[in-house]
């Protein structure tokens, strides 16, 4: 079965710092692979999303995530924090049939500052 | 353009009761999924609905069941509730044909609590 494991459950950077959230995914094939945010009492937002394309892909709020095939990462990152950015980050993936994803246990992002 | 619209927002149940939860797909999207996520932690799939059927299922037991309707709209029914179904329930929505750039768009939820 698909999983992915988000390393740190609790990231805290300050304001202007470099972003970086990490994903390492379980899989005997490439996968799909997503990052979504969640801010509080809402629902998941999609970030980027890789589909077999390019390795390095951006997403919206100037995030951008890489695919390292030999690493099993996707992990993402954003090179100026804004306090903005504070919430919850999923990492998910999706087999090829697209049928079911599997999600991170999340990491919260605080921006200090 | 309306987004994935979910009712009710909140919802609070004794144990025993049964409950059922709706879902609006975005426009345009013919595929209804349903996560439940516990306080902490990620979403886990329940089950998917495409063409009124259910086309996938995670782990979770009978007491979980859903609907599709022809309009794709989307009702989540659970049974006999227990104090461990308390969570954020979420609906995603998504186009099936497009898999290959698959991409699931989520409500807002529906926060269940189960005393």
């Known amino acids: 079965a698909q999983s992915v494991t988000q390393l740190g459950s609790h990231v805290s ?59 099993t990462s996707f992990h993402l990152t954003k090179p100026s924090a804004h306090m903005s950015d504070a919430a919850e980050y999923f990492c998910a993936v999706s087999d090829l049939s697209g049928n079911q994803f599997y999600f991170g246990t999340g990491t919260s992002l605080t921006v200090i500052p | 353009d309306a987004g994935v619209t979910q009712s009710p927002t909140h919802l609070i149940k004794t144990r025993g009761q049964q409950v059922t939860l709706r879902c609006s797909p975005k426009s345009g999207h013919d595929t209804v ?33 859903g609907h599709q309707f022809p309009n794709y709209s989307s009702e989540l029914n659970v049974n006999a509730l227990l104090l461990g179904d308390s969570a954020l329930y979420l609906c995603a929505s998504s186009f099936r044909p497009t898999r290959v750039n698959y991409e699931q768009y989520f409500g807002p939820g529906t926060r269940l609590t189960v005393t």
């Open chain 1, 13 to 71: 950077v300050s304001e202007g710092a470099l972003v970086l959230l990490r994903c390492n995914y379980s899989s005997s094939v490439p996968p799909y692979l997503f990052w979504y945010v969640q801010y509080p009492n809402q629902g998941l937002q999609l970030l980027l999303k890789y589909t077999s394309a390019a390795t390095l892909v951006k997403g919206i709020n100037g995030f951008e995530a890489e695919f390292k095939k030999s690493e």
């Open chain 2, 33 to 65: 999924s349903w996560y439940q996520q516990a306080l902490g932690q990620g979403p886990q799939f329940i089950f998917q609905y495409y063409e009124e059927e259910e086309r996938q299922r995670g782990n979770f037991p009978d007491r979980f069941s």
